[in-house]
């Protein structure tokens, strides 16, 4: 079973970039089947999508984060990366990182990480 | 506003047959697979069905389908462990971008 591990610094001051690191272990980041997903929670909310990568470098962004938004794959490190630059409060959550995965011809996340705070302030 | 449409509270008692449903449109569930994660009092998500398929280790208790641009998760025989946050999620095409449901708190009784 693959497991996923967010780390990164757990404060941005605003207007900043927030980076996070996704370090997989007990399987290849470069099967070409599965992507390679970033989601967050605000606190006392649902879960927002982020975007994901392939290990081909092929990337699918939310619309809503997309000027904001980038991400990256080491595949010699067995990692992927978030960059969300310019944050404000609102961007304040716990960040999960997730496989997608084939099952049955279609994509799922089968695998979670157990989510990382990140908390915008001053 | 979330793309997919839930339920935001569900609730039955222990033993009851519940169904939470997931309803979006022909850009989405009408073409995809639905996912469908439990979140435990905010702890990570964990994946509690492929469409209608079964994680490895998942009760056979739960079940999915999908009719039209609605899907459904049904738990038969509800147990206290059930209590959590249910979050549906597929892909949609038309900004190619995956989509979650608001989610639904579900209270076992």
């Known amino acids: 079973q693959v497991q996923l591990q967010e780390s990164g610094p757990g404060l941005v001051k605003p207007s900043q970039t927030l980076s996070l690191t996704c370090t997989v272990s007990?399987?290849?980041?470069?099967?070409?089947?599965?992507?390679w997903s970033w989601i967050r929670q605000p606190a006392g909310k649902g879960l927002e999508w982020i975007g994901r990568?392939?290990?081909?470098?092929?990337?699918n962004y939310n619309p809503s984060l997309k000027s904001r938004v980038a991400i990256s794959i080491d595949t010699s490190k067995n990692q992927f990366f978030l960059k969300l630059n310019s944050v404000t409060a609102a961007d304040t959550a716990v960040y999960y990182c997730?496989?997608?995965?084939?099952?049955?011809?279609?994509?799922?996340?089968?695998?979670w990480g157990q989510g990382a705070l990140v908390t915008v302030s001053s | 506003q979330s793309a997919l449409t839930q339920e935001a509270s569900v609730s039955g008692t222990v033993g009851q047959k519940v169904t939470l449903s997931c309803t979006g449109d022909?850009?989405?569930?009408?073409?995809?697979?639905v996912g469908w994660y439990q979140q435990i009092s905010h702890g990570a998500p964990k994946t509690v069905m492929f469409?209608?398929s079964l994680p490895s280790g998942i009760p056979d208790r739960f079940s999915g389908s999908k009719s039209g641009t609605t899907a459904s998760l049904t738990i038969s025989g509800l147990q206290p462990e059930d209590e959590a946050d249910y979050y549906c999620?597929?892909?949609?095409?038309?900004?190619?971008?995956?989509?979650f449901g608001g989610g639904t708190k579900l209270t076992v009784l």
């Open positions: 007990g399987g290849s980041i470069s099967s070409g089947s599965d992507y």
């Open positions: 999620s597929t892909w949609d095409y038309s900004i190619s971008a995956r989509v």
């Open positions: 997730a496989r997608d995965s084939v099952v049955d011809g279609y994509l799922f996340f089968d695998s």
């Open positions: 469409g209608n």
């Open positions: 022909s850009n989405n569930i009408g073409s995809y697979a």
């Open positions: 990568i392939n290990t081909f470098w092929s990337t």
